[in-house]
């Protein structure tokens, strides 16, 4: 049998190998494809290395006394993932969103933004990022006896000392809630 | 006169697509030639297909982030391409000059100098996604032709 004959019953048997996307809405997408970047707003400490890594300076980091804004533009992003794999709380994700035509008007609109608002420390009062409990809980994973929420409560120094107190058997430092 | 608009209003609109590369690294052309190239993303299905000449283009799709040296060259042959005509940024380049931006050699992006009607940023993008942004030009085209509200 001549070998086109094989091929051309495959080819009636299987129909077309085009994909009818853009007349249907359906379509294939690898599971692992880099679409669109999203991020954790509650992960993201705003540390600043997803910006210095990106290679195509899409990131954006705003910082104020009471809180910070990360802004990625979709638009100069080149989907290289550096964000994600230098990111130190895993707050960068890129999902399989490739969905990215759109009309010139909508240019500066095509961000990801998140704000993230800062509380006051519970003992000196500075306004700071409060640890996220996953990396809390990550942390403190050998200490049972540690309340997280209160930990998560205290700005990075008067963390230190609150766990200096501890090692050495003092009582905790009062907090401002307490003292009023 | 009454046959002749509805003649004009009914029938089937096949624009022709021309491919400007202005300094891309050539994944993006790559990705242009795939979608219409090969059977499984068929941009000829929307009636699109190459032409060589800018003279019988409708859509133009721009990839690369205009370089100063291939600039005047691009504005030559896009002006050469008559009106109505429908621009479309292919890459993350001419749209915002992505990983080449304010470098010494680039005088993008590109709607500085040419007015974009659409974008589709990747670097480069899928080609799923380049037959999306084909399909949203043909109906701006539409539009500009007066066919479509």
Redesign the interface.
Known sequence: MPGFLKVLFRNLLEGPSTDPFPLVPETFTPDRLRGKVVIDENLCMGCGICSYYCVAGAINITRREDSHTITVWHNACCRCAACRQFCPVHAISLIPDWHSAHPEEEKYNVIEQKTIKYEPCSVCGKMMRPVPEAILKKLYVNNDDVDLAHVRSLCPSCRQLEDARRSAGLPAAETKKAVE | MALDDLLKKNSVRSPWLFRINAGSCNGCDVELATTALI????VE??GCRYCGSPRHADIVLITGPLTTRIRDQVLRVWNEIPEPKVTVAVG?CP?????F?EGYSIDGPI?RYI?????????P??P?????????GLK?WKKKLGLEE
């Open positions: 059977p499984r993303y068929d299905r929307l993350i749209i915002s000059g992505g990983v931006r709607d007015p974009v009607d659409v974008n589709v940023p990747g670097c993008p899928r799923q996604a380049i037959l999306e942004a084909v399909a949203l701006i």
